[in-house]
């Protein structure tokens, strides 16, 4: 028995919401001699597979850490083979996404994007906006922290026009004016190619998510190391602080 025709359905809770630090392209093409691009490609290909593994588990929410805000800084070549990427794959894949029932939703600044791809963005978001097999949220130039502080400013416009009072700013409002709004914080967030941090991402989001770092480079990603990160999350007593140890 492979690790993915384990049934978690009947044995376990599903996990909600499954976040993705996509990690380990570059050194994955790096051990193959080949230029950074070609890992770029091959990570692609591995988003499909978590997308076709969350929606065969049942998972409602999948974020993938698409292209962070200090992805920028990369040389100006890798960059533009990324974005021409992602030009690709909002033309031949939404189709796709759509027949499957997937909606699509993307996170982060835009104003840094170029204006095609936004129009290729508000396009598939507004083709799967009804559809309820998986939300597939994407994190494109985004930074948590930056997510943060933009919803702190809306807070700081509207006490400022009156719509709330000082007073009334708590958790909910903030959370209700992040690019993640009305969607379910993620119970669970995996990490590839061995690194242990967070990245800048979904820092509000992941106060109490379980972490699961994978020794798997990005590009080789399966549906069994989707599978053996839920079962891993299914060993953790989530006490949300409520008990002690």
């Keep these: 028995m492979t690790e993915k025709s384990f ?14 630090i996509m990690d380990g392209n570059g050194r994955w ?9 070609a890992g770029n490609r091959r990570g692609a290909d591995a988003a499909r597979v978590a997308v076709r593994a969350a929606v065969g588990q049942g998972v409602r929410y ?16 890798e960059v533009e ?9 909002l033309r031949s894949e939404i189709a ?5 029932g997937i909606r699509l939703r993307v996170i982060g600044d835009r104003s840094r994007l170029a204006t095609d791809i936004v129009s290729l963005i508000e396009d598939a978001e507004r083709l799967t906006a009804g559809n309820d097999t998986l939300t597939l949220i994407v994190a494109l130039s985004y930074g948590s922290r930056a997510e943060i502080a933009c919803a702190a ?6 006490a400022t026009a009156g719509r709330i009072r000082p007073y009334e700013i708590d958790e909910a409002a903030l959370a209700s004016r992040l690019f993640t709004a009305g969607v379910p914080d993620p119970d669970l967030l995996i990490r590839t190619s061995g690194e242990q941090r967070i990245s800048n991402f979904l ?3 992941s106060a109490y998510t379980e972490f699961v ?3 798997t480079l990005w590009p080789d990603f399966s549906e069994d190391d989707f599978v053996r990160a839920i079962k891993e999350y299914h060993g953790r007593d989530r006490r949300y602080g409520a008990t002690g140890a």
């Design 7 to 20: 049934d978690f359905h009947r044995r376990f809770p599903v996990p909600t919401h499954v976040a993705i």
């Design 29 to 37: 093409a790096q051990q193959r001699g080949l230029p950074r691009t």
């Design 62 to 77: 999948l974020t993938l850490y698409g292209f962070s805000s200090e992805n920028w800084k990369r040389p100006a070549d």
């Design 81 to 89: 083979d990324l974005m021409g990427l992602l030009r690709y794959y």
């Design 96 to 100: 796709d996404l759509h027949k499957q």
């Design 153 to 158: 400013r809306r807070l700081a416009e509207d």
């Design 203 to 205: 820092l509000w989001q």
């Design 213 to 215: 770092f994978l020794d």
